[in-house]
Nanobody
């Protein structure tokens, strides 16, 4: 089972990035997908999550109105569109899979990707 995150990079404040997370190795039918991030010296925090059907979507308050999560089940891929990036969004971003609906607790997720670094300069 693999989750491969990509799309990170260096961007100026106010800019945009789109992260992708491709799943392989098993069927993720029925699994929710989440994005988390971890900044240096800080704990990993929930960013956004989406259910298998797309009917349940959750965002952290800090990214509401700026980030959009989506998924393409035919491609086994989940996306995180990040607009209006701020320096405080700088972190390693991880995708993860959870049975059922997305939750904010990282410990409930069964599978994790390797992370992709997002750096936002001021």
């Amino acid at each position: 089972v693999q989750l491969q995150a990509s799309g990170g990079g260096l961007v100026q404040a106010g800019g945009s990035l789109r992260l992708s997370c491709a799943a392989s190795g098993r069927s993720f039918s029925g699994y929710g997908m989440g994005w988390f991030r971890q900044a240096p010296g800080k704990e990993r925090e929930f960013v956004a999550g989406v259910s298998w059907s797309g009917g349940t979507i959750e965002y952290a308050d800090s990214v509401k109105g700026r980030f959009t999560i989506s998924r393409d089940n035919a491609k086994n891929t989940v996306y995180l569109q990040m607009n209006g990036l701020k320096p405080e969004d700088t972190a390693v971003y991880y995708c993860a899979a959870i049975p059922g609906v997305p939750r904010t607790q990282a410990t409930l997720y069964a599978y994790w990707g390797q992370g992709t670094l997002v750096t936002v300069s001021s």
